[in-house]
Nanobody, 118 residues
Framework: QVTLVESGGGFVQPGRRLRLSCTAS?????MAWYRQAPGKQRELVAS???????YYAPSMVNRFTISRVNSRKSVYLSIEHPEPDDTAVYYC???????????????WGQGTQVTVSS
């Protein structure tokens, strides 16, 4: 059983960089961040493979940075200039193979709330 544990969420002021972390119980090839805002569908933010090849959803380019440290089985997401519209629950997800939308990864964390407000 794979477990993913996110941390780093909370309240943040607009424009203040925020970094989320996720640690897996085992190494997995594909790791990603999704988010779900109130009343909206869950959407992909970014993904990264074990080879450190990142992918960003088109609307997320230049606004988020994904990274990972394989030796720590961890993936990170920086929200560079948070805006109120970035308020959402952010989920860490992972799979043993590359996942391409609309496919969804197999393993999910519980999510961490990010609220952007002044």
């Amino acid at each position: 059983q794979v477990t993913l544990v996110e941390s780093g969420g909370g309240f943040v002021q607009p424009g203040r960089r925020l970094r989320l972390s996720c640690t897996a119980s085992q190494s997995l090839y594909f790791m990603a961040w999704y988010r779900q805002a109130p009343g909206k569908q869950r959407e992909l933010v970014a993904s990264i493979t074990e080879a450190l090849s990142p992918y960003y959803a088109p609307s997320m380019v230049n606004r988020f940075t994904i990274s990972r440290v394989n030796s720590r089985k961890s993936v990170y997401l920086s929200i560079e200039h948070p805006e109120p519209d970035d308020t959402a629950v952010y989920y860490c997800a992972a799979d043993s193979q590359r996942i391409t939308p609309p496919q969804m990864p197999t393993f999910w964390g519980q999510g961490t709330q990010v609220t952007v407000s002044s």
